[in-house]
């Protein structure tokens, strides 16, 4: 058994070797869609970040000019740019700077003024915003109230954004002047200052929306943020120039240029060749890599992205809990990481990242293989088939070969199937998979496991249901933290996932960036007032 997994553990190590190989440092294509609007031009360091500004004694030693253009390599372009569509961070890197949300939030999670100045909870379900004044689109357009309740409204319509939106009633909203809005509930939601910070609650013009349609505008959206989008070609590179009806200060920059890398080693070469300013998500495996590049250096910090293996709750093989235990005897996390990650992630001892609200530590789950043996034997499960689905990309073959070695050592046959996560879903829940899932704050700390959200898991746990809804509806922080534990306990008890791995953000960073301040979520980074130096 231990020849079988070493020889899983090396497999997974030649995949990283080939994964990092040579290869053009771009995804551009001929013939690539482009979308563009008429008449628009298009130091060493440990890795350990403050969440202080980055030293500005680079720019010194620079040429003195300042570029025009931030470049940034990110591994994905965004499936949407409509204002409702917030899906990801890809997505929300690109939304934040050209459009602007209600509020916002800070990294210790604090919620600040943005569209609105003020805001009142005039009882448990209704919340009153007092909205800027001077604010107008970037079409010239004027922003008002109605701008406000015709977004909120339209989430209701976008599968991405309504399990997030549940708890929004249009019907208790109302427009009070063209700038004061009131946001209504269908009962007392915690997470709604959280919710309105932006993600899939982005402000858009009615007017456009309506004259353009919702498909042409999320090409080539209207916003009233520090940025508008000019160009988007398609698989390469999506391009962004500074608006001038911003209400705000203007951006540093006027340029961004945020170009779609999907392959980490092509990200770093990106670095090597001086193409981009940031590299977003540099692999473990990276990081001396990156450290070596004169004039770069690399940004580390925990992050609110997690790695789980998830089982079906409505699998019938998967029905005994037995089973479940077994598969969590029969998995040593520690290697499993160890052997995913290369140094970009650490072992996770509970349900969600350790630095939300409320995190539980149950210590490590033991590694018996001969536990896991035994409750399969008293299941009458031997022989059990299972398959393991997991998304494009040569890190999750790594994480699924792992497993598969592990669960075969105990008997049980893994099948690894890879699509597409639209094209899986179509066909059904999985019987169990490797997901990364998003945690850092109430909205969505424990959402895969909600009826409404989780296709992968299948959800069909009333009681867990339940407990999950009212969380929402606790204002109170120590009665709100005594029901996560709570949550956290059912879920360690009942055993449908198994959660391994909190990853940290790690970031390629210039030098010459001046204004820089490191943030783990790729979305919220302060870009707008960053000063590139050549």
């Known amino acids: 058994m231990r020849k079988q997994l070493v020889l899983a553990l090396c497999a997974a190590m030649l995949l990283t070797a080939c994964s990092s190989g040579g290869g053009d440092a ?33 720019a010194a030693s620079s040429t003195g000019n300042v570029k025009d253009t931030i470049v940034i390599a990110n ?29 916002d939030r800070d990294q210790e999670g604090n919620i600040l003024p943005r569209l609105a100045t003020e805001w009142e909870f005039i009882d448990d379900t209704h919340i009153q915003f007092k909205l800027r004044e001077d604010v107008v ?25 309504l399990s997030t939106m549940v708890w929004y009633s249009p019907d208790e909203s109302s427009v009070v002047d063209d700038h004061t809005v009131i946001v209504g509930m269908h009962e007392p939601y915690a997470a709604a200052l959280y ?9 858009g013009d009615e007017e456009t929306i309506t004259e353009m349609g919702a498909d042409a505008h999320a090409r080539m959206p209207v916003g009233t943020g520090p940025y508008k989008l000019t160009e988007w ?10 608006n001038e009806n911003y209400w705000g200060e203007q951006p540093a920059t006027p340029n961004v240029r945020i170009n779609v890398i999907a392959e980490p080693n092509n990200r770093v070469i990106a670095l090597e060749t001086g193409e981009a300013d940031q590299a977003l998500y540099v692999s473990g495996s990276d990081i001396d890599r990156v450290n070596a590049i004169d004039g770069y250096r690399i940004e580390q910090g925990p992050s609110e992205k997690y790695y789980l293996i998830t089982m079906a709750m409505d699998c019938e093989k998967l029905s005994d809990i037995r089973v479940r235990q077994a598969l969590c005897y029969a998995l040593d996390k520690n290697a499993l990481v160890a052997g995913s990650f290369d140094g970009g992630a650490h072992v996770l001892n509970g349900y969600y990242p350790s630095m939300v609200e409320g ?44 497993v598969q070695a592990y669960w075969e050592a105990v008997g049980i046959k893994v099948n690894i199937e890879q699509s597409a996560l639209a094209t899986r879903e179509a066909q059904g829940p999985w019987e169990t998979s490797i997901r990364i899932a998003t945690a850092d704050e109430i909205s969505n700390i424990l959402i ?14 009333d009681h867990l249901d339940s407990m999950l809804k009212e969380l929402k509806t606790i204002y109170d922080t120590d009665e709100r933290l005594a029901l996560e534990e709570e949550i956290q ?9 198994i959660p391994f791995a909190e990853v940290d953000t790690i970031y390629g960073v210039s030098d010459k960036i001046e204004n820089y301040v490191y943030d783990r979520r790729i979305d919220r980074q302060n870009i707008v007032d960053w000063v590139v130096y050549e």
């Open 359 to 402: 995190f539980k530590d149950f210590g490590e789950w033991e590694y018996d293989p001969q536990k896991a043996t035994e409750l399969l034997n008293e299941a009458g499960a031997t022989g059990l088939e299972l398959e393991l689905h997991i998304l494009p990309g040569t890190e999750y073959q790594r994480m699924a070969q792992i």
């Open 233 to 242: 070609v398609s698989g390469s590179s999506l391009s962004l120039t500074a």
């Open 137 to 161: 689109f970037s079409n010239g357009n004027p922003f008002t109230a109605s701008d406000v309740i015709f977004s909120l409204n339209r989430t209701l319509d976008e599968p991405t954004a």
């Open 489 to 497: 306990d059912y879920l360690d008890e009942i055993r449908f996932s």
């Open 195 to 203: 919710v309105l910070a932006g993600g899939r609650t982005w402000i």
């Open 26 to 58: 771009t995804t551009a294509a001929a013939g690539a869609d482009t979308t563009a609007a008429a008449g628009d031009s298009a130091g060493e360091t440990t890795g350990e970040t403050t969440g202080e500004a980055a030293p500005t004694g680079a």
């Open 75 to 103: 591994e994905a372009e965004p499936t949407s740019l409509d204002p409702a569509c917030g899906n990801g961070l890809s997505v929300n890197l690109v939304d934040n700077l050209i459009y602007d949300s209600l509020v």
């Open 448 to 461: 895969i496991y909600e009826k409404e959200f989780g296709s992968r898991l299948a959800p069909n746990d």
